[in-house]
């Protein structure tokens, strides 16, 4: 590849996070997404603890607590009479060990914004409507 480092094909969390990561480090990526504008819904809405702290470290995780609530209690019921309630894990304090304690709910598609943006500081670009639609293995790669 020219002046590429890394292809990442796919514009979702795992491939911005990525992308963000590689960024940060100097390293030349190109990343792809075959849709044509970022995507609206959420597949995904809950931020584990473990996440948050890569978040942390790849320096979003401020914009990201700042929009988000600590998961609501589960709940289940019959017709209109709730018969039992827990939640997903217990709500801690923070710790040097834990330093984010608490999962919470956060859009999928405001996370992927979130980490456009931090792309975009560090000089990179998602290439919408651009698929990868195959590759070869040769020598160089």
């Known amino acids: 590849m020219n002046d590429t480092d890394v292809l990442i094909a796919g514009a979702g969390p795992t491939g911005l996070t990525l992308?963000?990561?590689?960024?940060?480090?100097?390293?030349?990526?190109?990343?792809?997404?075959?849709?044509?504008?970022?995507?609206?819904?959420?597949?995904?809405?809950?931020?584990?603890?473990?996440?948050?702290?890569?978040?942390?470290?790849?320096?979003?995780?401020?914009?990201?607590?700042?929009?988000?609530?600590?998961?609501?209690?589960?709940?289940?019921?019959?017709?209109?009479?709730?018969?039992w309630q827990a939640r997903m894990h217990r709500r801690d304090a923070a710790t040097d060990a834990v330093p984010y304690p608490t999962v919470v709910m956060h859009p999928q598609w405001r996370t992927e914004a979130v980490l456009r943006e931090r792309l975009a500081e560090l000089g990179g670009k998602v290439e919408q409507g651009v698929a990868l639609d195959g590759f070869e293995q040769d020598g160089r790669g």
Request: overall charge positive; aromatic content about 4%; glycine content about 10%.
């Open 19 to 83: 992308a963000v990561d590689l960024a940060r480090r100097g390293v030349a990526c190109r990343i792809v997404d075959r849709a044509p504008e970022p995507a609206g819904g959420s597949k995904g809405k809950g931020l584990q603890p473990r996440t948050q702290e890569v978040f942390d470290d790849l320096g979003v995780v401020a914009p990201i607590l700042a929009a988000s609530a600590p998961y609501p209690p589960l709940r289940v019921r019959i017709g209109r009479v709730p018969v």
